[in-house]
Nanobody, 121 residues
Framework: QVHLVESGGGSVQAGGSLRLSCAAS????????LAWFRQAPGKGREGGAL???????WYTNSVKGRITISTDGAKNTPYLQMNSLKPEDTAMYYC???????????????WGQGTQVTVSS
């Protein structure tokens, strides 16, 4: 069984930064996709960033240039570094993982519980 636990959310002012992490326990697969989704109040869940063990990364246009996925090599923990945050980035952020290739559909098998990010103007 795989468990994902996000952390690092919080409240910041516009222009600030946060770094989210997604700690994983259990083995997903040798090759897998790690995705970050977010869900703003009253909206559906949208994919924000994807990364695959092959090195592939993808960012949605609204966060491109401001958000970066990285991995702590020692702990193999994925991070989502978010800079220049905007009020429209306010959402619950979830990490998700699945063996195989990345996709934007939110039908991943493994999910974390989410961490709240609130950006004030």
């Amino acid at each position: 069984q795989v468990h994902l636990v996000e952390s690092g959310g919080g409240s910041v002012q516009a222009g600030g930064s946060l770094r989210l992490s997604c700690a994983a326990s259990g083995s997903i697969a040798r090759d897998y996709c790690l995705a970050w989704f977010r869900q703003a109040p009253g909206k559906g869940r949208e994919g924000g960033a994807l990364t695959h063990t092959t090195g592939y990364t993808w960012y949605t246009n609204s966060v491109k240039g401001r958000i970066t996925i990285s991995t702590d090599g020692a702990k193999n923990t994925p991070y989502l570094q978010m800079n220049s945050l905007k009020p429209e980035d306010t959402a619950m952020y979830y990490c998700a993982a699945d063996p195989g290739w990345c996709r934007l559909r939110d039908n991943y098998n493994f999910w974390g519980q989410g961490t709240q990010v609130t950006v004030s103007s």
